[in-house]
């Protein structure tokens, strides 16, 4: 199986979103780059910030500078451009059924309610691609569901998710070679 050409962190532009437990996609992109000495550029092509890396092999990473509602516009216009197949995506998000310090990494499946992926199957016309669920936890009641995901994570909250971040990236290399069982073993390993 191909490896992983696209990785994309959902999150909602702007400083007043930039530490919500919603943009914890976002922090996991700005971690890896950061870790590759790789710059985001923004573009107006592509709707994002996103930034390529051709030294071994080529991929791509991609923070969509629209709101989550409508994450797929950017996903499907960078995936078109470079033709990159939808199983050769992954997509990094904040999961309100893992508790904070979780991750799992998993293929397909229904949006479960997350609007980002919504979009994105949408546009691509599929939900045959990746996807990194990061842990943020639930406040308990549905109608609370919308403040909490737009509010910062307590400072423990925040140390776990952190974590889970550095944890997954050391599958980072698995992920572009395809070795996904590999990738699920390590990661979902205590």
């Not at 890896?32 to 990473?61: A, I």
């Not at 310090?101 to 997350?114: A, S, V, Y």
């Amino acid at each position: 199986m191909a490896g992983i050409r696209l990785f994309v962190g959902l999150g909602n532009p702007g400083d007043n979103y930039q530490a919500t437990r919603h943009n914890a996609g976002f922090w996991w992109v700005d971690f890896v780059t950061e870790n590759h000495r790789l710059s985001l550029k923004n573009s107006s092509k592509f709707y994002g910030l996103y930034g390529k890396h051709s030294e071994d092999s080529e991929y791509f990473f991609l923070k969509p500078n629209t709101f989550m509602n409508d994450s797929g516009k950017s996903v499907a216009a960078l995936s078109n451009y470079y033709k990159i197949k939808p199983e050769e995506i992954l997509i990094i998000h904040d999961e309100l059924d893992l508790s904070p310090g979780n991750t799992k990494l998993k293929f397909g499946g229904g949006h479960g309610g997350h609007n980002g992926i919504k979009s994105i199957s949408s546009l691509l016309q599929t939900n045959n691609f990746w996807r990194l669920r990061l842990g943020i936890g639930h406040p308990g009641e549905k109608s609370l569901v919308h403040d909490y995901v737009l509010n910062k994570p307590q400072k423990s909250e925040k140390t776990a998710i952190e974590d889970t971040i550095f944890n997954s990236y050391k599958i980072f290399s698995l992920l572009t070679m395809g070795d996904f069982e590999k990738a699920m073993l390590n990661l979902h390993s205590k």
